[in-house]
């Protein structure tokens, strides 16, 4: 098991992992870890993901205010941290949470209640679509992955 210290600063094999925004800063997205349902999406920078991973509550960069802010503070709508992943990207973040109360601002239990849902056209999936499976070389029908539909690059597939 690896040993990080992020205890004064952001662990540089963490920070050197990241792909920040112009702004110093990545997207996360906050999940409820039992549920998986998601909650909303946070901006941190380097000091914020620390504080985040040494103190077992979720703590942003707000983009507005310009400031550093723990989720719950104010409003008693605390999010513990349970675990925390970084894409492959290193352009974003999941963190799974236990989340007290509402998440949104507004007072909804999460930003996307509140936000809604936009008309879509659903897809559906073909009869002879080949499942994948990213962790072995071969789809789940048995026949060797060529790569091709696997291959992930700043969003491209």
Known sequence: MTVYDNETTLDPR???RLKRDAKGLVAAVIQQYDTHEVLMVGYMNDEALRRTLTSGRVTFWSRSRQEYWRKGDTSGHRQYVKGLSLDCDGDAILVQVDQVGAACHTGRRSCFDEGGSLP???????????ESDCATPHGANGTPNDGMHDVHDEGKA
């Open 14 to 16: 963490i920070a050197g």
């Open 120 to 130: 879509v056209t659903v897809g559906h999936r073909d009869v002879d679509d080949a």
